[in-house]
């Protein structure tokens, strides 16, 4: 069964440093998303994309954030500098289509990537 | 207001027991309500899903249960089962986006 891949499963860095979290979305779907669980706390969107454009993002995706469709297969979450309040697992997502009034497709997830700031 | 308010924290009952998960939200625009399941290593997996125009939606042992006036809606495991172990997380559909209810830790004990 297809699946959602993300790479590295954990990434540790300073405070201040760059980090790109890489995700490999199922090959015949069109939107990719971003989300983030702080320890404890619920999931929640950063950001979607389509069409190599942001479709939709929330208030935590400020301009520290970005994201690239840099090649036919990889989706990438990069964050300029990092800060300790960054720490969170961060989960891409990918739905053949996009969610409409008529039509939902469910959106997949992968295993997630832990950030560590420290 | 874009929340969707999740409730109980954690959960534990006996194996063959009734889990249930309740969920409540504000935004009447709101159209589509997925529940997903996530065990530990994984993200969340879509579970089952309904929409405000039913009632109630069955699929095996998970039932949702939707109360349109109270803007309310529940997940209910019947028989529940050791590999049921797992955080559930309703949420909203609104738009692109899922919104997440707080989740639910749900340990079935044998």
């Known amino acids: 069964e297809p699946e959602v891949t993300q790479t590295p499963s954990h990434q540790v860095t300073q405070m201040g440093q760059e980090v790109i979290l890489r995700c490999v979305p199922i090959?015949?779907?069109?939107?990719f998303y971003w989300y983030r669980q702080i320890l404890g706390q619920k999931v929640e969107f950063l950001v979607s994309?389509?069409?190599?454009?942001?479709?939709?993002k929330s208030e935590i995706f400020d301009d520290q954030f970005s994201v690239e469709r840099p090649d036919g297969s990889n989706f990438t979450l990069k964050i300029r500098s990092t800060k300790l309040e960054d720490s969170a697992m961060y989960f891409c997502?990918?739905?053949?289509?996009?969610?409409?009034?008529?039509?939902?497709?469910?959106?997949?997830f992968g295993p997630g990537t832990r950030l560590t700031v420290t | 207001q874009q929340q969707v308010k999740q409730s109980p924290q954690s959960l534990i009952v006996q194996k063959g027991g009734i889990s249930i998960i309740n969920c409540a939200y504000e935004n009447t625009a709101f159209d589509y309500f997925p529940w997903y399941q996530q065990f530990p290593g994984k993200g969340p997996a879509l579970l089952i899903a309904?929409?405000?125009?039913?009632s109630e939606k069955k699929e095996g042992r998970f039932t949702i249960s939707f109360n349109k006036s109270a803007k309310q809606f529940s997940l209910h495991i019947m028989d529940s089962q050791p590999g049921d172990s797992a955080t559930y997380f309703c949420a909203a559909h609104p738009t692109g986006k899922l919104i997440f209810g707080q989740g639910t830790t749900l340990q079935v004990k044998p």
């Open positions: 309904i929409r405000p125009d039913v």
């Open positions: 090959s015949n779907h069109l939107y």
């Open positions: 997502a990918s739905s053949e289509g996009p969610r409409t009034s008529g039509e939902t497709y469910e959106q997949y």
């Open positions: 994309f389509y069409n190599n454009e942001i479709s939709e």
